[in-house]
Every structure is written in structure tokens, then in C-alpha cells.
């Protein structure tokens, strides 16, 4: 714990030097910047908080005690575009939901809240219902319509501070990662990025961790009642797995990829309780202007939302070969992905990137063709459902994460695939009918 | 005008092995480098440095001593000061804390118009501090940057956001903070006199502790991070799959298509 004096609010008239008698004598001050500082004598003991009229005086640091219980309930920031809400939101609900039960399964003691920031939106309030969420808080007002770093962190910090929620947690899209950081250090609470996988029950953790990783778990009582988040994400470029935890701050925040979240089934009876969030925000506080909003003229890869993904590594060769990945993935009704490789040699555009730092995908199934299977790589494609791994390498590594391999030349086997595409039942029966 | 640019040593992940017994991290013999973004942020300082000469590109960086290299290569590329803060007080800080020290360096640093920061680094792939250092100095931010344009009065900006389904426009003014993505520019390489000049005893290249920059070292370092390390661990290997094995390519195909009608996936 430590007090500050704020450079941006002190005004240098000293009556916190003159008027004031700090016990310790830790208040100086700098006569060439004109502004009070507090020196090492300070012991934070809190006398001086009330004495400066502007509130230059500031508590900072972690070891501040906050009250952990007053904090409840799971928020998901539930990301709506041109009034339209995020695929990662429903995830999300659906995952805020799974880790409300966690904690309690009685919706008095935690709620899964959905959190809509926007203008004239309360229509996606239901769509939220329909999801899982519990209740709804409703942040609306003009200069809300679009994101802005600013009228979204003023807005959303204020809630937290009014209704105190345990967890809050937002998908990392390209706004959720502009803005939770910025609402982590504004209320000075911690937040891990780009999660993975969420745990509240040191259980499910365990049964996890089991499951799918190689950590050591007997050390973690099961029985434990440590209901603090436990949030896991890929380090070094999915290298390492690490799961961080935030035990003295609150709330406890997390970014979580889109695609990594099941949604729930969609309940149309579904209803909650809106709550209208009363909204402070002048034109003066958002310091950017948007000058326009510009959807990609280019054809937007949706490979989040892909069931088939066929995706071109190294092995292709150079960037005429993603045409034969192209005539694939339209056979199969597939999307074109992409290994990094073939990004940085400009063979295709960054849109179509799978792994660590470009899309992770979950689809159906995934064809890896001439794909070698660096780390960074498996990370964002190893949950798929089936991984069919194509390439000339029997010792390739994506091999060690495929369902299905086929060694040889991509070129030889992929046009074989393409044609008897339309045939796979026919094979199938057949086979069955011979057994 | 004097722009700050945030750029962090981190190992070159691409190179990372992981001990297929112990399961750990085999950092022997990775080379460290600029991190990828932090160098597309020194390089449009750098541009803007090329069309008004008079501009003063400092860059800061925390981290071990020998973080200290890298400041070196930014100065090789052109960047005229260098600053490391490097304290044992300051190690083990997540990203709150990293956002405290560094904006403290930054305080320290005297005036600034423009902070360039990379939008994350390779090794942690958070993303957060850079505005987290912009809430800490209380100035607006703009990620994600892919294009950048100045006005001649040095003060109105205006820079392109991508998002995931285009770009946005919008309009900035200095003092601000812009993180740089890949798409922005491409890095150029250190000059020859840029090597020498870097290298030699002229080099303004300054090493701060935690002292140096007055950071309450309440807010600093590991046990002041709201975050910690639970458990860490290496993905488990999913289980050895099939490989299709068949008389001749078209054979396989058929194999393969057997197998996938057999799990309804297709």
C-alpha cells in the first residue's frame, strides 16, 4: 500500500505542506515541478487521504485490502457490432454460465451477467436470455453506438465499482483487447489474456489438467473450497501452458479467444431481469474520433465459424498452390487457412493465418496439407474435431495431433480426395454392407 | 517533436523447444530478439524522423542488463536514445505492475509527444501493456495500428485500427499512445554507420533502477502483481492418430473418406 500525490490533479498550492501535519513528515515539496510528493517515510497510515481539496491524494498499490466478499456474480462483456451481437459473446455467456454453477448452483448467491454496451440496443437483451445469461445490465447512450477505448472503459469502470462483480470476462477480439486492459489498470485489478480454459472448482481443474495436460495434480486437493478463477493460457508461443490466478484483487478478469467456448443451446422461453445501468459520459471524455468504419472489401475468411477448414503450409510449395487448396475447400464447402509460413512468404493474407498469432479454429474437421505442425500452429487448431494431417514427411509433427494421416505428395492425394468426395457415402455403405 | 517507443528483448519463440522428458522450456541457445511489433513501432517513428529531421526517437525497454543489446540495435536503426530499467525490484512483474514501472521510466523521460508502442510481444502475447502504460499516464490510445499519418502542425493524427472484419478511421491527437501490428510497415535493417555509431562510447544508452525512475516500489515487481502463476505445464501429446496405409494415392483418398462417413463428420 502507498499514497501518491497525482502530478495531473496537484496544483501546487501547498496547503497539504503548510496546512497539514503529516505524522511521519513524508509530505515535501517540489518547488521546480510545483507539485507535492510523498518521500520515503510514508507509511500509508491514511491521514492525509481527505487533506488535498483537489484529491491529489491517491492510495495506490495491491496490498490494499479489499473486501473479496463483496464481489459476486460472473460478467461477460457481450460484444455487439452495428447492433449485432459477437459470435465470442454467446460463447462466452455459455461459459459464464458453466462457471456460475461452478460457484453456486443457486442464482441468489451468482448470476451469469451479460453486459451490453451500446446505443439502442436493449433488443439483444433476449438474445442474451435465449444463451444462458441470467440477467442483463444495459449501458446505453449515443456516444456509445461505436467502440471508443475511452466512453467504453469510463463506463464499464463505473459499473464495476457500483454492482461489484466477481469475474468478469470479455472475448479477445480486436476491441476486447483494447479494452480490458485498460479497465484492469483503472481499477487496478489483474487480467490474464487470451484464455483457453476457465476453472472455479479446484475439481474441474484437476479434471481438466488430467485430461489434457501433463501437470502433476497431486498436490490439488479436490475437496478444496478455493473458488478463486483459474485462468489457463498458451505462453511462448503455445509452448507452455500457464494458469494464472488473481487471489487479492477484484474482480478477476480474463480475455478468452473466440472459438474456444461452447455456446449453449439456444432457449427461445428464456427471459431475466434487465437492469438499466444510469450512464455518465460527456462528448469530452472520448478522446478519438471515428471518422468511418470500413467492413473489408476483400471476402472476409470466417474461419471461427468454418465447419471444414483447408489449410496450406510450406509443403504447397509457393503461393500458386493454394489455388489447389482453394478448388479443395470448395469441393468440401471448406474455408482456406493458412500456416504462418505462407504469411510471412506473401503467399496469402494474414486473414487466412490459423495458430498462436492468428485465428484459433475449432471446426469439424481440419485438413493440414503441407503442414509441418509448429507449436504456435497447433495451438490454434488442435481442438478441431477431426485433424487430417496430408504430407510428404512421415515425421512431420502435426502427425503426433492428427485423427487421420495420409504420407505422400498433397498434390497426388488432394485431387484424389476432391474427386471421390461426392462418393464417401456410397464407399462408406458399401463397406458396411461387406462386413 | 519527441516520440518514446516501448520495445521489449524476448526470445525468438519460433526457436523454442520444449524437453520431451522434463517438459520444460529449453532456453539454451535461443537467440533474443527485438520483439517483431516493438520493431514496426521504431520504424514508423523512424519515418516520421525521415520527413521531419528535428524529431528526438527515444526508445525504453525493461528488463535484464543485457536487454541492453537491443537498445543498441535500435539505436543502429536509427532511434537516438536508449533507456533500460532494470532492477531486481521490477522482476517477476505481470502486466499491471510492468505498466507502473514503465510509466515511471516514461515520467522520467522528460516530454514526449507520441509513444509507439508494439501492440504485443512473442513471448507473453498479452497485448496489455501498452495501454495499460496509457491509462497510467492518462492518455488516449488507439491499438492496432496498420496505417499511420501526421499532420504538418505535429499534433493531429490519423491512423487506421484494424478490426477482424475491416478497419476503422480515426482521428488523434498528440500526447497519445499508438500500438503497431505487422501490417503497418516493414522494419528496416540497421545502416553500417548506424552499427558504429550505436557500438561506440557516444551511444546514448542509459541503464535506470527502480530508484532512478521513482517508482513506489509498493506497485512494482511480483508481490505487488495482482496476477501470479498457479501452475504451469506443457499440452499433452494428443494420442498417436491412424495413418492411412492403401494400395496406391486413390485407395487412400478412399480410405480416408471411409473413416470420416464412419465418425458422421462428413
Known amino acids: 500500500m502507498a499514497i501518491i500525490v497525482n502530478k495531473e490533479t496537484c496544483r501546487g498550492c501547498q496547503i497539504c505542506v503548510n496546512k497539514f501535519e503529516c505524522p511521519f513528515d513524508a509530505i515535501e515539496f517540489n518547488s521546480a515541478e510545483k507539485k507535492a510528493f510523498i518521500n520515503e517515510k510514508c507509511t500509508a497510515c491514511n491521514a492525509c487521504l481527505k487533506v488535498c481539496p483537489f484529491n491529489a491524494f491517491e492510495k495506490t498499490g495491491s496490498d490494499e485490502e479489499v473486501d473479496l466478499s463483496a464481489y459476486k456474480d460472473v460478467w461477460v462483456f457481450a460484444e455487439q457490432r452495428d447492433g449485432k451481437l459477437m459470435n465470442v459473446a454467446k460463447e462466452l455467456i455459455g461459459e459464464g454460465h458453466r462457471l456460475s454453477r461452478e460457484i453456486s448452483e443457486d442464482t441468489s448467491v451468482c448470476k451469469v451477467c451479460a453486459v451490453l454496451v451500446g446505443d439502442g440496443i436493449d433488443g439483444l437483451a433476449k438474445e442474451c436470455f435465449e444463451y444462458g445469461a441470467d440477467a442483463v445490465y444495459l449501458l446505453e447512450d449515443p456516444l456509445l453506438k461505436n467502440f471508443t477505448t475511452d466512453g467504453y472503459t469510463k463506463v464499464i469502470t463505473d459499473a464495476v465499482h457500483e454492482y461489484k462483480p466477481e469475474i468478469v470476462i470479455y472475448g479477445a477480439t480486436h476491441i476486447g483487447r483494447d479494452l480490458a486492459p485498460r479497465v484492469a489498470a483503472r481499477l487496478n485489478t489483474g487480467l490474464t489474456a487470451d484464455c483457453t480454459r476457465l476453472d472455479v472448482k479446484v475439481s474441474s481443474y484437476i479434471d481438466y489438467a488430467k485430461k489434457n495436460t501433463t501437470l502433476d495434480t497431486s498436490d490439488l486437493d479436490p475437496e478444496s473450497d478455493d473458488k478463486g478463477l483459474k485462468q489457463t493460457r498458451p505462453a511462448f508461443g503455445g509452448n507452455l501452458m500457464a494458469t494464472i490466478i488473481c487471489p487479492k484483487t477484484r474482480p478477476q478478469m480474463s480475455t478468452v479467444r473466440p472459438g474456444v467456448m461452447s455456446k449453449r443451446e439456444r432457449d427461445p422461453q428464456a427471459t431475466g431481469d434487465i437492469i438499466k445501468v444510469d450512464v455518465k459520459l460527456a462528448e469530452s471524455d472520448i478522446r478519438t474520433k471515428i471518422v468511418e468504419i470500413v467492413k473489408a472489401a476483400k471476402e472476409m475468411v470466417s474461419l471461427t465459424d468454418a465447419d471444414i477448414i483447408c489449410s496450406g503450409g510450406r509443403g504447397l510449395g509457393g503461393p500458386e498452390g493454394f489455388e489447389l487448396i482453394q478448388k479443395f475447400a470448395d469441393k468440401v464447402g471448406g474455408v482456406v487457412g493458412s500456416s504462418r509460413a505462407c504469411v510471412d512468404n506473401g503467399w496469402i493474407d494474414h486473414s487466412h493465418q490459423v495458430g498462436q498469432t492468428g485465428t484459433t479454429v475449432k471446426p469439424k474437421i481440419y485438413f493440414a496439407c503441407g503442414i509441418s505442425g509448429a507449436i504456435q500452429h497447433l495451438a490454434g487448431m488442435q481442438n478441431s474435431e477431426i485433424i487430417v494431417a496430408i504430407n510428404k514427411d512421415p515425421d512431420a509433427p502435426i502427425f503426433g495431433v492428427a485423427d487421420y494421416g495420409i504420407v505422400g505428395d498433397l498434390y497426388k492425394v488432394i485431387p484424389e480426395i476432391i474427386e471421390e468426395w461426392e462418393n464417401a457415402e456410397a464407399l462408406f455403405d458399401a463397406r458396411q454392407a461387406g462386413k | ?266
Open chain 2, 1 to 266: 517533436m519527441r516520440i518514446i517507443v516501448c520495445a521489449k528483448q524476448v526470445p525468438d519463440t519460433s526457436e523454442v523447444k520444449i524437453d520431451p522428458v522434463k517438459h520444460t522450456i529449453i532456453r539454451e541457445g535461443v537467440p533474443s530478439i527485438l520483439n517483431p511489433d516493438d520493431a514496426n513501432a521504431l520504424e514508423e517513428a523512424l519515418k516520421i524522423k525521415d520527413q521531419y529531421p528535428d524529431t528526438v526517437i527515444s526508445v525504453v525497454t525493461m528488463g535484464p542488463p543485457q536487454a541492453k543489446d537491443m537498445l543498441i540495435e535500435c539505436l543502429a536503426m536509427g532511434a537516438d536514445e536508449g533507456v533500460l530499467l532494470s532492477d531486481r525490484a521490477v522482476g517477476g512483474s505481470d502486466t499491471w505492475a510492468t505498466s507502473n514501472a514503465l510509466s515511471a521510466a516514461i515520467k522520467k523521460m522528460g516530454h514526449y509527444d507520441l509513444i509507439f508502442a508494439g501492440r504485443q510481444a512473442i513471448d507473453g502475447d498479452t497485448a496489455q501493456v501498452g495501454p495499460q502504460i496509457a491509462e497510467k499516464l492518462n492518455l488516449p490510445q488507439v491499438t492496432y495500428v496498420t496505417e499511420f499519418a501526421i499532420d504538418d502542425n505535429m499534433k493531429d493524427i490519423t491512423v487506421k485500427r484494424s478490426l477482424e472484419d475491416g478497419y476503422e478511421e480515426i482521428k488523434i491527437q498528440t500526447p497519445c499512445m499508438l500500438t503497431a501490428i505487422k501490417e503497418l510497415n516493414a522494419p528496416r535493417y540497421m545502416s553500417v554507420s548506424g552499427i558504429v555509431h550505436a557500438c561506440s562510447s557516444e551511444a546514448d544508452i542509459k541503464v535506470w533502477n527502480a530508484k532512478d525512475v521513482e517508482v513506489d516500489l509498493d506497485t512494482v515487481g511480483l508481490d505487488a502483481s495482482p496476477t501470479n502463476v498457479y501452475r504451469s505445464f506443457t499440452p499433452a501429446p494428443k494420442g498417436k492418430g491412424i495413418i492411412i496405409e492403401a494400395d496406391g494415392v486413390k485407395e487412400q483418398a478412399k480410405e480416408l473418406l471411409i473413416n470420416l462417413k464412419s465418425k458422421h463428420v462428413i
